[in-house]
């Protein structure tokens, strides 16, 4: 398994969480990294990119000034800070990796290589 995410669980509306994803990639450094979420029914919906260096992040409008994705390359993590959760904000999140995808194809989670096998997040009261 290249990608293992964990951190979710349930938590109140107006929380936050922190995911991490443990990536078995190597060089860690030269992928470009997502976060993705999908409830039952739906497709597969982007949430936030970081680019191989860090320099480089995009958001979704609907998580923009709550969630905030970084990446720790020495320990080869991925994280995803998401505070005010919403009950719209319950899924399954995933980690995506890629070591040649462009910026402007972020959005596209066919374009990625490698995922992992997801956690679930659920905001409820």
């Known amino acids: 398994v290249q990608l293992v995410e964990s951190g979710g669980g349930q938590v109140q509306p107006g929380g936050s969480l922190r995911l991490s994803c443990a990536g078995a990639?190597?060089?860690?450094?030269?992928?470009?990294m997502a976060w993705f979420r999908q409830t039952a029914g739906t497709e597969r919906e982007f949430v936030a990119y970081?680019?191989?260096?860090?320099?480089?992040?995009h958001y979704a409008d609907s998580v923009q000034g709550r969630f905030t994705i970084s990446r720790d390359d020495s320990v080869h993590i991925l994280y995803l800070q998401m505070n005010s959760l919403q009950p719209e904000d319950t899924a399954l999140y995933f980690c995506?990796?890629?070591?040649?995808?462009?910026?402007?194809?972020?959005?596209?989670?066919?374009?990625?290589?490698?995922w992992g096998r997801g956690t679930q997040v659920t905001v409820s009261a």
């Open positions: 995506a990796a890629d070591p040649i995808i462009a910026p402007r194809n972020a959005y596209f989670s066919p374009k990625y290589n490698f």
């Open positions: 990639l190597r060089p860690f450094g030269n992928f470009a």
């Open positions: 970081i680019n191989w260096s860090g320099s480089q992040t």
